[in-house]
């Protein structure tokens, strides 16, 4: 009996040994193409002006907070998005809100009453009414004392319609501001209007309702909400040590804070080979994600990454180099 069961330890002991080895094998960068290539950058409303983060919340108004202005534009218009391309830019963020007209504005805030000399929603107004607005009346980097962008923002909101087509072949990625599953079905009946080539260079991102509504309509566009980072990254921990991809993964993309990124299954090269294959593009964002600002905005951000393979960068200023991991993806 105590020789049967030291066999049965021995053999446990094997399978288990075994069972480590092929888990490392599978998962270790050691035994994979390496990643290399230009960073990726990325900017987030193109080129904006930059504001004090500390003790900012979803309410604050960040115009009446800006430093003194380093350029003449104003973020989420094309002349900022023109500006951050030509700086060197892969893809620019915007966001968009619907308007009274069935269009999308391309505008950031809740209401209007922050940046604009008009209050209100965007819904509230067509898009030819939004147009005659002063986006640039509520900037202030001296409390209140001057408004340098006063009267410099007129006709400058633009509609998503002509941000695409004046970059026609550029990667953008499209920011749903609201939880309402009918903005996800608007925006999909507008898309499904684009060839497919075009289609791949877009990604949209937003709440869980409108992301569904979208990806329901257009399962081929990539997207992101909470709701398909956990369905693609909660199967990919209990499984992932195995190679298998959870076909939630396809066509999305990930944010992923760096302090839980090593923690995950191939991380970094053989992951991101994995989500290349999956048409989803792996994004690192700064600390554990929990941040109001999750971006790398400083060279101390910068120094502490290692290197490897392409990145990314997510800041209000494409000339504050701040890279992010990402696999290449399209």
């Not at 391309?106 to 604009?116: A, K, N, Q």
């Not at 001296?142 to 990667?171: H, N």
């Amino acid at each position: 009996m105590k020789r049967f069961i030291r066999i049965i330890k021995s053999k446990l002991a094997l399978f288990l040994l075994l069972l480590f080895v092929f888990i490392y094998l599978n998962n270790s960068s050691l035994f994979t193409e390496q990643r290399s290539g230009d960073p990726l950058l990325l900017a987030h409303r193109g080129l904006a002006q930059t504001f004090s983060m500390e003790g900012i919340t979803g309410d604050t108004c960040t115009a009446e907070r800006i430093y003194e202005p380093e350029h003449p534009f104003l973020e989420n218009t094309i002349p900022s998005m023109k500006a951050a391309f030509e700086a060197g830019a892969d893809i620019v963020e915007l966001d968009i809100k619907p308007t009274k007209d069935g269009q999308f504005a391309v505008f950031h805030d809740w209401t209007l009453d922050c940046r604009t000399n008009v209050q209100g929603k965007v819904g509230d107004f067509t898009l030819a009414e939004l147009k005659k607005m002063d986006i640039g009346y509520g900037y202030t980097a001296d409390q209140g004392q001057t408004y340098p962008f006063r009267g410099k923002g007129i006709g400058l909101m633009p509609s998503l319609e002509e941000v695409l087509a004046y970059f026609p072949d550029k990667p953008l990625l499209i920011h749903i501001k609201s939880n309402d599953p009918q903005e996800g079905g608007h925006l999909a009946r507008y898309l499904e209007t684009l060839p497919d080539n075009r289609l791949q260079q877009l990604t949209v991102y937003g709440g869980d309702e409108p992301i569904g509504t979208l990806q329901s309509s257009l399962p081929g566009i990539r997207v992101m909400s909470l709701a398909t980072m956990k369905s693609c990254l909660l199967p990919y921990l209990a499984a992932g040590w195995t190679g298998y991809v959870p076909s939630a993964c396809e066509n999305t993309q990930l944010h992923i804070p760096e302090k839980i990124a090593p923690w995950l299954w191939g991380w970094p090269d053989r992951l991101l080979n994995r989500m290349d294959r999956a048409n989803t593009r792996v994004i690192v964002v700064g600390g554990s994600g929990s941040d109001f600002s999750s971006g790398f905005d400083t060279p101390q951000d910068i120094e502490r990454l290692p290197g490897g393979f392409t990145g990314g960068i997510w800041t209000n200023r494409i000339d504050r180099i701040a890279p992010l991991y990402q696999n290449e993806g399209n």
